[in-house]
C-alpha cells in the first residue's frame, strides 16, 4: 500500500507570514514530487514539481525534497488571502503511469 | 497552454440510470486517468489508461465502471447503473507528455455527477 500522508489542517496563518505545508510517502522508490492546489469546487491545478533533494523555488513558492527522510514539504512566503485552498501532495512511481495523493492540507489565510 | 476538457460540467441523473462522462486529454499524452473526490473527501484514483487499454485500477473501479477511447481524440468513463454513492466530482487527467518527456499530471474542470 502506497501511502502520502498530510495533516488536514486547517493551517491558518496571517497575511505576509510563511505558510509551511508537509508530506511524508511510505515508497522509497518514488521518484516525483509534486503539489498541487485545489480550490473549493474546483481541479487541482500543479503548484510544483520536484525531483531530485533539496530545495526548488519559484516565485514566493519553495518545495523542499529529503528522500532520506521520505519527506517532502512546501513553503508559501508572503502569504496571501488568495493563497486559501487545499494543497494536495503527490508522489509518482513508475514515471508516468501512477501518481498517489495525500488527502490534502487546508490552507487560511487571514487578512 | 493545452489542457483537458471535461464534459457536462454537471449531471443529474437517477439511481440505476447510465451515465457517460466525457473528456479529451491533451493530444500528446499517452497515459490517461479517471479520479474522483466526493464532497469533502480525497481525490481517488480509479483507472488508469495506456495504449488502448486499462493498465491499473483501484478497488473502486468495479464492474459498474467502464472506460473506452473510442476515437483518437475522446476518453470516456462509463457508471452502468448509478448508485447514490456514485455522487461526485470526477476528474480526467493525462500525463506523459511525447514531446518533452515530462510526467505531470494535468487535470480537466471535472464532472460533477449528482445520483437522485
Known amino acids: 500500500q502506497k501511502e502520502v500522508e498530510q495533516n488536514s489542517g486547517p493551517l491558518s496563518v496571517p497575511e505576509g507570514a510563511i505558510a509551511s505545508l508537509n508530506c511524508t510517502y511510505s515508497d522509497r522508490v518514488s521518484q516525483s514530487f509534486f503539489w498541487y492546489r485545489q480550490y473549493s469546487g474546483k481541479s487541482p491545478e500543479l503548484i510544483m514539481s520536484?525531483?531530485?533533494?533539496g530545495d526548488k523555488e519559484d516565485g514566493r513558492f519553495t518545495a523542499q525534497l529529503n528522500k532520506a527522510s521520505q519527506y517532502v514539504s512546501l513553503l508559501i512566503r508572503d502569504s496571501q488571502p488568495s493563497d486559501s485552498a487545499t494543497y494536495l501532495c503527490?508522489?509518482?512511481?513508475?514515471?508516468?503511469?501512477?501518481?498517489?495523493f495525500g488527502s490534502g492540507t487546508k490552507l487560511n489565510v487571514k487578512p | 497552454e493545452p489542457e483537458v476538457t471535461q464534459t457536462p460540467s454537471h449531471q443529474v441523473t437517477q439511481m440505476g440510470q447510465e451515465v457517460i462522462l466525457r473528456c479529451v486529454p491533451i493530444s500528446n499524452h499517452l497515459y490517461f486517468y479517471w479520479y474522483r473526490q466526493i464532497l469533502g473527501q480525497k481525490v481517488e484514483f480509479l483507472v488508469s489508461?495506456?495504449?488502448?487499454?486499462?493498465?491499473?485500477k483501484s478497488e473502486i473501479f468495479d464492474d459498474q465502471f467502464s472506460v473506452e477511447r473510442p476515437d483518437g481524440s475522446n476518453f470516456t468513463l462509463k457508471i452502468r447503473s448509478t448508485k447514490l454513492e456514485d455522487s461526485a466530482m470526477y476528474f480526467c487527467?493525462?500525463?506523459?507528455?511525447?514531446?518533452?518527456?515530462?510526467?505531470?499530471?494535468?487535470f480537466g474542470a471535472g464532472s460533477r455527477l449528482t445520483v437522485l
Open positions: 503527490a508522489v509518482n512511481l513508475d514515471n508516468f503511469n501512477k501518481f498517489y
Open positions: 487527467a493525462s500525463s506523459g507528455d511525447l514531446s518533452s518527456g515530462a510526467n505531470v499530471l494535468t
Open positions: 489508461f495506456y495504449n488502448n487499454e486499462i493498465s491499473e
Open positions: 520536484i525531483y531530485s533533494n
